[in-house]
């Protein structure tokens, strides 16, 4: 029996090491398999996200800058779903290439509003990027010097909530979005853009000089003649302010000007155009012993394009983003361009290059 007892103490020692092994592996399987089981929870955490429509906390999007990125900022304009109104510049950059990525961060919940009324449980924010003339390099719009080069092409657009129909049929998602925009129609509901490239043209850059120049046709000589530059509505006071008043330089049978003058303001809104657009033309009269336009002085003919009359049109640079939108609803450009028409509207807009085939007779003239 003794014997027995001895056999059996021994046979346990072994199967006891065993133990103490396996038991000891077992500890870092279960380790592995405790992160193995954290991971997959971690897994259908982040599935469950998707599928909850939680937005990602932050937005990656890159422009492509077309146009000349000399002297040029970029920013963001927060706004609502309307573009109506306007909060101050955030993102604010130096352009320095023509491939620029901007980082958003989730906006606050307090800045959240309605993005649109036929879904009033799902909050969003809006921004609209911008480019500007930044002469000083500082990433800050001066109104003083400064002006808008870019707006309304896209905006941002970020989404919080369950998206019903409307937004869902539109391919809105939460979270961000980048969507097309137009002046005068809105927010496209078509097609997201690719937030990989997103285009942003210089479509409000201003024409800071314009060249007018053609035939001269009248039968007066040409050492008599000044051409004036001012607004019909402005030279039937017979005291008009006026943006040129020189002589003319006529060579060869050809004459010619440069418009590089900003009018007097109060040009601006004589015409049905647009309140800040200064509609002007070119006149040529014989000038008296002064120099310059006096009432008595006597007007022989103007500017004329296929008979006629070629006006020179000025709108201001943007500084503010509504107004600038509202140029852009309305097909105007900021700066000089041309315009064919006579006393009575519509005025037709023309290629620029047109001004260079002006000729100044009395094929168009008209008093005011």
């Given at each position: 029996?003794?014997?027995?007892?001895?056999?059996?103490?021994?046979?346990?020692?072994?199967?006891?090491?065993?133990?103490?092994?396996?038991?000891?592996?077992d500890?870092?399987?279960?380790?592995?398999?405790?992160?193995?089981?954290?991971d997959t929870?971690?897994?259908?955490?982040?599935?469950?996200?998707?599928?909850?429509?939680?937005?990602?906390?932050?937005?990656?999007?890159?422009?492509?800058?077309?146009?000349?990125?000399e002297?040029?900022?970029?920013?963001?304009?927060?706004?609502?779903?309307?573009?109506?109104d306007?909060?101050?510049?955030?993102?604010?950059?130096?352009?320095?290439?023509?491939?620029?990525?901007?980082?958003?961060p989730m906006?606050?919940?307090?800045?959240?509003?309605?993005?649109?009324?036929?879904?009033?449980?799902?909050?969003?924010?809006?921004?609209?990027?911008?480019?500007?003339?930044?002469?000083?390099?500082n990433?800050e719009?001066?109104?003083?010097?400064e002006?808008?080069?870019?707006?309304?092409?896209?905006?941002?657009?970020?989404?919080?909530?369950?998206?019903?129909?409307?937004?869902d049929?539109?391919?809105?998602q939460?979270?961000?979005?980048?969507?097309?925009?137009?002046?005068?129609?809105?927010?496209?509901?078509?097609?997201?853009l690719?937030?990989?490239d997103?285009?942003?043209?210089?479509?409000?850059?201003?024409?800071?000089?314009?060249?007018?120049?053609?035939?001269?046709?009248?039968?007066?000589?040409?050492?008599?003649?000044?051409v004036?530059?001012?607004?019909?509505?402005?030279?039937a006071?017979?005291?008009?302010?006026?943006?040129?008043?020189?002589?003319?330089?006529?060579k060869?049978?050809?004459?010619?000007?440069?418009?590089?003058?900003?009018p007097?303001?109060?040009?601006?809104?004589?015409?049905?155009?647009?309140?800040?657009?200064?509609?002007?033309?070119?006149?040529?009269?014989v000038?008296?012993?002064?120099?310059?336009?006096?009432?008595?002085?006597?007007?022989?003919?103007?500017?004329?394009?296929?008979?006629?009359?070629?006006?020179?049109?000025?709108?201001?640079?943007?500084?503010?983003p509504?107004p600038?939108?509202?140029?852009?609803?309305?097909?105007?450009?900021?700066?000089?361009?041309?315009?064919?028409?006579?006393?009575?509207?519509?005025?037709?807009?023309?290629?620029?290059?047109?001004?260079?085939?002006?000729?100044?007779?009395?094929?168009?003239?008209?008093?005011?």
């Open positions: 029996m003794r014997s027995a007892l001895l056999w059996l103490s021994f046979a346990l020692v072994p199967l006891l090491g065993c133990g103490e092994d396996p038991k000891h592996d500890t870092s399987e279960g380790d592995t398999d405790t992160d193995t089981d954290t929870d971690t897994d259908t955490d982040a599935d469950a996200d998707t599928d909850t429509g939680k937005p990602p906390q932050s937005g990656t999007f890159i422009f492509r800058v077309i146009g000349p990125p002297q040029l900022g970029f920013g963001l304009l927060p706004t609502n779903a309307h573009a109506t306007f909060e101050a510049m955030v993102q604010g950059t130096v352009i320095s290439g023509d491939i620029l990525e901007i980082e958003m906006p606050d919940a307090h800045t959240l509003t309605v993005f649109d009324p036929t879904e009033p449980d799902v909050l969003g924010r809006v921004w609209m990027p911008v480019t500007f003339h930044d002469a000083d390099g990433a719009l001066d109104v003083a010097t002006y808008y080069t870019s707006v309304g092409e896209s905006v941002i657009v970020y989404l919080e909530g369950t998206l019903g129909e409307t937004l049929a539109a391919a809105f939460p979270g961000w979005n980048i969507r097309n925009y137009t002046p005068g129609e809105g927010i496209d509901y078509t097609q997201p690719d937030s990989r997103i285009p942003i043209r210089q479509n409000i850059d201003p024409v800071t000089s314009l060249r007018v120049e053609g035939t001269y046709e009248l039968d007066v000589d040409p050492s008599l003649i000044h004036m530059v001012t607004a019909p509505e402005d030279l006071d017979g005291k008009p302010l006026t943006v040129q008043d020189r002589a003319i330089v006529e060869d049978g050809a004459w010619g000007m440069t418009l590089n003058n900003r007097p303001h109060l040009h601006a809104g004589l015409r049905d155009l647009d309140e800040d657009a200064a509609v002007e033309a070119i006149y040529a009269y000038v008296g012993d002064s120099g310059v336009f006096e009432s008595n002085d006597t007007i022989q003919g103007m500017a004329c394009l296929n008979a006629q009359s070629l006006l020179p049109v000025y709108v201001p640079p943007a500084v503010e509504v600038a939108l509202r140029y852009l609803a309305k097909g105007l450009g900021t700066g000089w361009s041309i315009y064919l028409g006579d006393t009575e509207p519509p005025l037709k807009p023309v290629d620029a290059k047109m001004a260079l085939s002006a000729s100044i007779s009395d094929d168009c003239y008209q008093e005011p």
